[in-house]
């Protein structure tokens, strides 16, 4: 990897052990429902981070792209649960409503579904979900869909540009595809290799984005639980801006993904 990809990735490697070595100091009511989804996004956010690490060191590029896009929908839904208490009852809604679909495609002919088709309390299940789902429809709570989730949490360029991309390497559509494996010479000759190393570039915006919204969720946390640990970060950041700088000073026309 180039020079300021190992930069990048010794400094989110810091501010992920930091991360890991200050999560004690989280204090939450684990009988809100709210404070509970929230801390439990924000430590997801710390493992997804750590995979990134760990598949980026290893040059691993097949699955990077699933996983920085479950960070990235982690993150816009941790900004929002902070802001908007309508965003926790509407997930809340997702989650009922995805449940009924299951439940109205158990057949015991699919082998998947057969222990929950056979189980005698299924009709009182989804009448449970059913009577959930309906009563926060009443008050307003509908399911939200993920680009309802990017326009709340003020990321809806990046929903526009950078999410898509990442679905089409997570769904393995063309575009991904024909980069994974297949190495083109100038002559025209195609091979097929397995494990290509992608260029610089690839590792450095993403995990760039990875290391600027994992300090922007902490400070939040921080903020949320009013926590004196949020004071240990602040060189991080400065760190962070001080790397952005000479990556800017050296290529100018060098495009990080998000984050700020």
């Not at 930069?7 to 709210?34: G, M, W, Y």
């Not at 990017?150 to 990321?155: C, P």
């Amino acid at each position: 990897m180039s020079d300021f990809v190992n930069q990048t990735h010794a400094l989110l490697e810091k501010v992920h052990n930091q991360c890991v070595d200050q999560i004690d100091s989280l204090r939450f009511d684990p009988t809100a429902n709210n404070q509970l989804m929230t801390v439990s996004l924000y430590c997801s956010l710390i493992e997804y981070a750590g995979t990134l690490l760990t598949l980026s060191k290893g040059q691993r590029r097949t699955g990077f792209s699933s996983v920085f896009r479950s960070f990235l929908e982690g993150y816009v839904d941790f900004t929002n649960l902070l802001k908007s208490e309508d965003f926790y009852y509407r997930k809340e809604a997702e989650y009922h409503s995805q449940w009924l679909k299951v439940l109205a495609e158990c057949k015991a002919t699919n082998p998947y579904l057969m222990s929950i088709a056979e189980s005698p309390d299924l009709a009182a299940v989804a009448t449970h979900h059913k009577k959930e789902l309906e009563a926060l429809e009443d008050k307003g709570h509908k399911p939200i869909q993920v680009i309802e989730s990017f326009k709340m949490a003020d990321m809806i360029e990046e929903y526009q540009s950078l999410y898509r991309f990442e679905c089409a390497e997570a769904h393995n559509d063309f575009r991904a595809l024909s980069k994974r494996n297949v190495k083109i010479d100038q002559a025209g000759k195609a091979s097929v290799e397995l494990y290509l190393v992608p260029s610089p570039d690839y590792y450095l915006a993403r995990l760039d984005t990875t290391l600027a919204l994992l300090l922007s969720a902490t400070d939040a946390m921080h903020d949320k639980i009013l926590s004196k640990a949020k004071d240990k970060f602040a060189t991080l950041w400065e760190e962070l801006h001080t790397l952005r700088k000479a990556q800017e000073k050296s290529d100018p026309a060098e495009k990080r993904v998000a984050g700020e």
